[in-house]
Protein backbone atom coordinates (compact mmCIF):
# COMPACT_ATOMS: atom_id res chain seq x y z
CA UNK A 1 0.00 0.00 0.00
CA UNK A 2 1.46 3.45 -1.35
CA UNK A 3 0.79 6.30 1.46
CA UNK A 4 -1.06 9.15 0.59
CA UNK A 5 0.66 12.65 0.65
CA UNK A 6 -1.73 14.14 2.47
CA UNK A 7 0.79 17.06 3.25
CA UNK A 8 -0.10 18.24 -0.44
CA UNK A 9 -4.00 18.03 0.06
CA UNK A 10 -3.44 21.15 2.75
CA UNK A 11 -5.36 23.95 1.41
CA UNK A 12 -2.48 26.20 0.34
CA UNK A 13 -2.70 29.12 2.63
CA UNK A 14 -1.62 26.60 5.06
CA UNK A 15 0.94 25.05 2.92
CA UNK A 16 2.46 29.29 2.49
CA UNK A 17 2.41 29.38 5.90
CA UNK A 18 4.77 26.00 6.37
CA UNK A 19 6.90 27.14 3.60
CA UNK A 20 7.52 30.67 5.49
CA UNK A 21 9.26 29.78 8.28
CA UNK A 22 11.57 27.19 6.48
CA UNK A 23 15.08 28.10 5.86
CA UNK A 24 16.30 27.24 2.03
CA UNK A 25 17.56 23.76 3.14
CA UNK A 26 14.62 22.73 4.24
CA UNK A 27 12.94 24.25 1.76
CA UNK A 28 14.55 22.86 -0.75
CA UNK A 29 13.87 19.35 0.77
CA UNK A 30 10.48 19.69 0.34
CA UNK A 31 10.67 19.73 -3.43
CA UNK A 32 11.18 15.78 -3.72
CA UNK A 33 7.63 15.24 -2.04
CA UNK A 34 5.22 15.16 -5.30
CA UNK A 35 5.47 17.23 -8.31
CA UNK A 36 2.56 19.78 -6.58
CA UNK A 37 5.34 20.88 -4.06
CA UNK A 38 7.85 21.50 -6.87
CA UNK A 39 4.86 23.96 -8.38
CA UNK A 40 3.86 25.44 -5.37
CA UNK A 41 8.00 26.33 -4.49
CA UNK A 42 8.06 28.03 -8.10
CA UNK A 43 5.06 30.01 -7.10
CA UNK A 44 5.62 30.68 -3.30
CA UNK A 45 9.50 31.23 -3.06
CA UNK A 46 8.77 35.15 -2.48
CA UNK A 47 7.32 33.84 0.70
CA UNK A 48 10.63 33.08 2.58
CA UNK A 49 11.95 36.21 4.30
CA UNK A 50 15.20 33.88 5.65
CA UNK A 51 17.39 33.07 2.36
CA UNK A 52 20.28 30.28 3.26
CA UNK A 53 22.20 29.69 0.29
CA UNK A 54 24.65 26.76 0.93
CA UNK A 55 26.64 24.96 -1.28
CA UNK A 56 27.39 22.58 0.97
CA UNK A 57 23.62 21.67 1.33
CA UNK A 58 24.20 19.92 -2.50
CA UNK A 59 25.11 16.68 -1.79
CA UNK A 60 27.34 16.56 -4.57
CA UNK A 61 29.00 19.81 -4.56
CA UNK A 62 27.88 20.43 -7.91
CA UNK A 63 29.26 23.92 -8.44
CA UNK A 64 27.20 25.09 -11.66
CA UNK A 65 24.14 22.85 -9.71
CA UNK A 66 24.55 26.08 -6.94
CA UNK A 67 25.20 28.98 -9.01
CA UNK A 68 22.28 28.13 -11.23
CA UNK A 69 19.64 27.62 -8.04
CA UNK A 70 20.93 30.72 -6.20
CA UNK A 71 20.00 32.44 -9.75
CA UNK A 72 16.75 30.65 -9.99
CA UNK A 73 15.61 31.35 -6.99
CA UNK A 74 16.43 35.15 -6.86
CA UNK A 75 14.69 35.14 -10.08
CA UNK A 76 11.55 34.03 -9.23
CA UNK A 77 11.56 35.86 -5.74
CA UNK A 78 11.90 39.06 -7.35
CA UNK A 79 12.43 42.31 -5.13
CA UNK A 80 10.55 41.72 -2.30
CA UNK A 81 12.43 42.62 1.73
CA UNK A 82 14.08 40.12 2.97
CA UNK A 83 15.32 39.23 6.74
CA UNK A 84 18.50 37.92 6.73
CA UNK A 85 20.70 36.84 3.65
CA UNK A 86 23.24 33.75 4.54
CA UNK A 87 25.44 33.03 1.44
CA UNK A 88 28.09 30.23 1.78
CA UNK A 89 30.45 28.71 -0.96
CA UNK A 90 32.78 26.41 -0.35
CA UNK A 91 34.74 25.91 -3.89
CA UNK A 92 35.03 29.16 -4.35
CA UNK A 93 36.61 30.91 -6.98
CA UNK A 94 37.63 34.73 -7.70
CA UNK A 95 36.30 34.32 -11.26
CA UNK A 96 33.08 33.50 -9.69
CA UNK A 97 32.80 36.88 -8.60
CA UNK A 98 31.07 38.43 -11.22
CA UNK A 99 28.41 35.66 -10.87
CA UNK A 100 27.97 36.19 -7.55
CA UNK A 101 28.25 40.28 -6.96
CA UNK A 102 24.49 40.66 -7.80
CA UNK A 103 23.43 38.04 -5.52
CA UNK A 104 24.70 40.46 -2.74
CA UNK A 105 23.55 43.52 -4.59
CA UNK A 106 19.94 42.13 -4.42
CA UNK A 107 20.03 41.42 -0.40
CA UNK A 108 21.45 45.13 -0.44
CA UNK A 109 18.52 46.23 -2.73
CA UNK A 110 15.93 44.23 -0.77
CA UNK A 111 16.95 46.11 2.71
CA UNK A 112 18.66 43.15 4.57
CA UNK A 113 18.54 43.31 7.79
CA UNK A 114 21.23 40.24 8.77
CA UNK A 115 23.70 39.39 6.28
CA UNK A 116 26.41 36.86 6.85
CA UNK A 117 29.10 35.61 3.64
CA UNK A 118 31.82 32.95 3.71
CA UNK A 119 33.50 32.10 0.55
CA UNK A 120 36.05 29.68 0.98
CA UNK A 121 38.70 27.82 -1.63
CA UNK A 122 39.56 24.44 -1.89
CA UNK A 123 42.99 24.72 -0.51
CA UNK A 124 41.86 25.83 2.69
CA UNK A 125 45.35 26.67 4.13
CA UNK A 126 46.13 29.36 1.82
CA UNK A 127 45.11 32.82 3.31
CA UNK A 128 41.69 33.84 1.29
CA UNK A 129 40.90 37.58 1.18
CA UNK A 130 38.48 38.52 -0.76
CA UNK A 131 38.03 41.93 -2.56
CA UNK A 132 34.34 42.69 -3.52
CA UNK A 133 33.96 45.75 -6.22
CA UNK A 134 32.97 49.39 -5.39
CA UNK A 135 29.52 49.11 -6.30
CA UNK A 136 28.28 45.83 -4.40
CA UNK A 137 26.96 47.21 -1.67
CA UNK A 138 25.15 50.25 -2.94
CA UNK A 139 24.14 51.23 0.77
CA UNK A 140 24.39 50.11 4.44
CA UNK A 141 21.25 51.73 5.95
CA UNK A 142 18.87 48.84 6.36
CA UNK A 143 21.89 46.39 7.76
CA UNK A 144 21.41 45.47 11.81
CA UNK A 145 24.25 42.83 11.55
CA UNK A 146 26.69 41.38 9.77
CA UNK A 147 29.04 38.28 9.66
CA UNK A 148 32.01 38.19 7.71
CA UNK A 149 33.41 34.17 7.91
CA UNK A 150 36.64 34.86 6.11
CA UNK A 151 38.87 38.00 5.30
CA UNK A 152 37.13 40.48 3.05
CA UNK A 153 37.78 43.55 2.00
CA UNK A 154 35.09 46.55 0.32
CA UNK A 155 34.27 50.06 0.35
CA UNK A 156 32.95 50.96 3.56
CA UNK A 157 31.20 54.48 3.70
CA UNK A 158 31.75 56.98 6.62
CA UNK A 159 28.61 55.87 8.67
CA UNK A 160 26.80 52.57 8.95
CA UNK A 161 24.20 53.92 11.21
CA UNK A 162 22.37 50.87 12.07
CA UNK A 163 24.27 47.96 11.99
CA UNK A 164 24.16 46.52 16.11
CA UNK A 165 25.99 43.15 15.39
CA UNK A 166 28.97 42.43 13.83
CA UNK A 167 31.31 39.13 13.65
CA UNK A 168 34.41 39.04 11.76
CA UNK A 169 36.71 35.63 11.33
CA UNK A 170 40.40 36.76 10.71
CA UNK A 171 43.45 34.89 9.49
CA UNK A 172 45.60 37.19 7.27
CA UNK A 173 43.12 40.74 7.39
CA UNK A 174 43.25 43.56 5.99
CA UNK A 175 43.44 45.52 9.63
CA UNK A 176 43.41 49.19 7.69
CA UNK A 177 39.67 47.75 6.37
CA UNK A 178 38.85 46.40 9.69
CA UNK A 179 39.81 49.40 11.35
CA UNK A 180 37.68 51.43 9.08
CA UNK A 181 34.84 49.06 9.34
CA UNK A 182 34.76 48.94 13.41
CA UNK A 183 34.84 53.46 13.23
CA UNK A 184 32.22 53.14 11.01
CA UNK A 185 29.88 51.12 13.13
CA UNK A 186 28.43 54.31 15.43
CA UNK A 187 26.06 51.90 16.96
CA UNK A 188 27.70 48.86 17.32
CA UNK A 189 26.83 46.84 20.65
CA UNK A 190 28.27 43.49 19.79
CA UNK A 191 31.44 42.69 18.46
CA UNK A 192 33.26 39.28 17.98
CA UNK A 193 36.51 39.03 16.24
CA UNK A 194 37.24 35.77 15.34
CA UNK A 195 40.41 32.92 14.03
CA UNK A 196 44.32 33.07 13.29
CA UNK A 197 46.31 35.97 13.51
CA UNK A 198 49.44 34.35 12.64
CA UNK A 199 51.49 36.09 9.52
CA UNK A 200 52.87 33.91 6.58
CA UNK A 201 56.95 32.85 6.89
CA UNK A 202 57.52 35.77 4.65
CA UNK A 203 55.25 38.41 6.42
CA UNK A 204 57.06 40.40 8.88
CA UNK A 205 54.29 42.93 9.68
CA UNK A 206 52.15 42.50 13.28
CA UNK A 207 48.40 43.56 12.77
CA UNK A 208 47.15 46.23 14.81
CA UNK A 209 43.02 46.35 15.55
CA UNK A 210 41.77 49.76 16.97
CA UNK A 211 38.26 49.39 18.51
CA UNK A 212 36.87 52.35 20.24
CA UNK A 213 33.51 52.56 19.92
CA UNK A 214 31.63 54.26 22.52
CA UNK A 215 27.97 52.03 22.22
CA UNK A 216 30.24 48.87 22.34
CA UNK A 217 28.69 46.41 24.89
CA UNK A 218 29.85 42.70 24.62
CA UNK A 219 32.86 42.15 23.05
CA UNK A 220 34.70 38.54 22.44
CA UNK A 221 37.95 37.73 20.83
CA UNK A 222 38.90 34.49 20.06
CA UNK A 223 42.53 34.03 18.52
CA UNK A 224 43.50 30.62 17.92
CA UNK A 225 46.92 28.82 17.06
CA UNK A 226 48.64 25.20 16.73
CA UNK A 227 51.66 24.28 18.87
CA UNK A 228 54.08 24.87 15.72
CA UNK A 229 52.54 28.47 14.67
CA UNK A 230 52.91 29.43 18.24
CA UNK A 231 56.49 28.29 18.60
CA UNK A 232 57.22 30.04 15.54
CA UNK A 233 55.84 33.51 15.81
CA UNK A 234 57.74 35.99 17.53
CA UNK A 235 55.00 38.92 16.65
CA UNK A 236 53.18 40.66 19.12
CA UNK A 237 50.01 41.76 17.81
CA UNK A 238 48.43 44.77 19.21
CA UNK A 239 44.14 45.31 19.86
CA UNK A 240 43.33 48.51 21.23
CA UNK A 241 40.28 48.70 23.27
CA UNK A 242 38.79 51.39 23.87
CA UNK A 243 35.21 51.23 24.91
CA UNK A 244 33.95 52.97 27.68
CA UNK A 245 30.76 51.70 28.56
CA UNK A 246 31.68 47.75 27.80
CA UNK A 247 29.58 45.04 29.51
CA UNK A 248 30.94 41.98 28.76
CA UNK A 249 34.27 41.10 27.64
CA UNK A 250 35.29 37.50 26.53
CA UNK A 251 38.94 36.85 25.77
CA UNK A 252 40.68 33.44 24.53
CA UNK A 253 43.85 34.41 23.22
CA UNK A 254 46.47 31.25 22.40
CA UNK A 255 49.22 33.47 20.57
CA UNK A 256 49.46 36.86 23.24
CA UNK A 257 48.19 39.44 21.62
CA UNK A 258 49.51 42.87 23.39
CA UNK A 259 46.09 44.55 24.62
CA UNK A 260 46.11 48.61 25.04
CA UNK A 261 43.29 48.99 27.82
CA UNK A 262 42.85 51.64 30.25
CA UNK A 263 43.35 51.20 33.67
CA UNK A 264 39.73 50.17 34.12
CA UNK A 265 37.05 49.65 32.55
CA UNK A 266 34.09 51.25 35.00
CA UNK A 267 30.76 49.92 33.38
CA UNK A 268 32.24 46.33 32.91
CA UNK A 269 29.91 43.36 34.56
CA UNK A 270 31.36 40.50 33.08
CA UNK A 271 34.78 39.27 32.09
CA UNK A 272 35.91 35.79 30.80
CA UNK A 273 39.63 35.85 30.19
CA UNK A 274 42.15 32.97 29.15
CA UNK A 275 45.29 33.36 27.47
CA UNK A 276 47.63 31.28 26.22
CA UNK A 277 47.83 27.40 24.48
CA UNK A 278 48.64 25.75 27.92
CA UNK A 279 50.34 26.40 31.02
CA UNK A 280 53.23 24.31 29.89
CA UNK A 281 54.59 27.13 27.66
CA UNK A 282 55.21 29.06 30.64
CA UNK A 283 57.27 26.01 32.88
CA UNK A 284 59.41 25.64 29.52
CA UNK A 285 60.51 29.22 29.60
CA UNK A 286 58.23 30.12 26.21
CA UNK A 287 56.53 32.91 27.70
CA UNK A 288 58.77 35.62 28.77
CA UNK A 289 57.80 38.06 31.97
CA UNK A 290 57.54 40.58 29.89
CA UNK A 291 54.93 39.00 28.02
CA UNK A 292 53.50 38.23 31.91
CA UNK A 293 53.07 41.50 32.83
CA UNK A 294 51.13 42.31 29.65
CA UNK A 295 48.34 40.06 30.39
CA UNK A 296 48.77 41.78 33.96
CA UNK A 297 47.42 44.78 32.21
CA UNK A 298 44.62 43.24 30.77
CA UNK A 299 43.52 42.24 34.70
CA UNK A 300 43.59 45.67 35.45
CA UNK A 301 41.59 46.58 32.30
CA UNK A 302 38.81 44.00 34.15
CA UNK A 303 39.43 45.46 37.70
CA UNK A 304 35.81 46.78 37.91
CA UNK A 305 33.98 43.67 36.41
CA UNK A 306 31.28 42.11 38.95
CA UNK A 307 32.22 38.58 37.87
CA UNK A 308 35.51 37.58 36.47
CA UNK A 309 36.47 33.83 35.47
CA UNK A 310 40.30 33.49 34.79
CA UNK A 311 41.42 30.26 33.21
CA UNK A 312 44.59 27.98 34.41
CA UNK A 313 46.62 29.42 31.85
CA UNK A 314 45.83 33.10 33.07
CA UNK A 315 46.74 32.18 36.41
CA UNK A 316 49.48 30.62 35.63
CA UNK A 317 50.86 33.37 33.37
CA UNK A 318 49.55 36.45 36.47
CA UNK A 319 51.60 34.09 38.65
CA UNK A 320 54.99 34.08 36.24
CA UNK A 321 54.88 37.87 36.76
CA UNK A 322 53.58 38.26 39.81
CA UNK A 323 57.23 38.86 41.68
CA UNK A 324 58.29 41.38 38.81
CA UNK A 325 55.13 43.29 38.07
CA UNK A 326 54.17 44.53 42.11
CA UNK A 327 50.64 44.22 43.93
CA UNK A 328 47.75 43.14 42.03
CA UNK A 329 45.38 45.70 41.37
CA UNK A 330 42.06 46.06 43.75
CA UNK A 331 38.80 44.92 42.57
CA UNK A 332 35.99 46.81 44.59
CA UNK A 333 33.34 45.90 42.81
CA UNK A 334 33.80 42.10 42.58
CA UNK A 335 31.25 39.51 44.16
CA UNK A 336 31.72 36.52 42.09
CA UNK A 337 35.26 34.92 40.86
CA UNK A 338 35.88 31.63 39.35
CA UNK A 339 39.38 31.26 39.45
CA UNK A 340 40.82 28.02 37.80
CA UNK A 341 44.24 26.63 38.97
CA UNK A 342 46.84 24.58 37.11
CA UNK A 343 49.77 22.42 38.80
CA UNK A 344 52.74 24.56 38.18
CA UNK A 345 52.51 28.41 38.24
CA UNK A 346 48.93 29.23 38.78
CA UNK A 347 49.28 28.14 42.98
CA UNK A 348 51.91 30.55 43.08
CA UNK A 349 49.27 33.58 42.64
CA UNK A 350 46.54 31.94 44.92
CA UNK A 351 48.07 33.58 48.45
CA UNK A 352 47.83 37.06 46.73
CA UNK A 353 44.23 36.15 45.20
CA UNK A 354 42.83 34.82 48.50
CA UNK A 355 44.68 38.13 50.38
CA UNK A 356 43.05 40.51 47.91
CA UNK A 357 39.86 39.09 47.51
CA UNK A 358 38.44 38.05 50.42
CA UNK A 359 39.11 40.43 52.74
CA UNK A 360 35.97 42.90 51.66
CA UNK A 361 32.78 41.22 52.91
CA UNK A 362 30.81 41.44 49.18
CA UNK A 363 33.64 39.05 47.37
CA UNK A 364 32.79 35.21 46.71
CA UNK A 365 35.61 33.61 45.24
CA UNK A 366 35.67 29.89 43.89
CA UNK A 367 38.66 27.96 43.05
CA UNK A 368 38.84 25.20 40.60
CA UNK A 369 41.51 22.42 40.41
Not at 165 to 176: A, E, F, G, Q
Not at 204 to 226: C, D, G, Q
Request: charged residues 20%; aromatic residues 10%.
Amino acid sequence: MVAADRISQLPEEIMAQIVSHLNMKEALAMIVLSKNWINFWANHVLNLHSLDFDSAHFRTRNRAHFLNYVDQVLRFRGIIDVDKFSLKFHEFRANDLPRICPWIRYAIICNVKKLELQFENKQWWRPNLVSLPSNVFLTFNSLVELKLNNDFVFDVPPIIPCLKILHVDVKCPNTKFLNKLFRSCKNLENLSINGVLLPSRYDETAYIFVISNPTLRKLKINLISSEEQFESCSLHHLIGIHTPNLEYLKIEDEIYASYDMPESINSLIEANVSFGPHSSYIKDGQISVDDACEVMEVVEGISHAKSIILWENTTAVIGRAIDDYGLLPEFPTLNRLELCIDDCYGWKLLPHLLWLWLVPPQTIASSTI
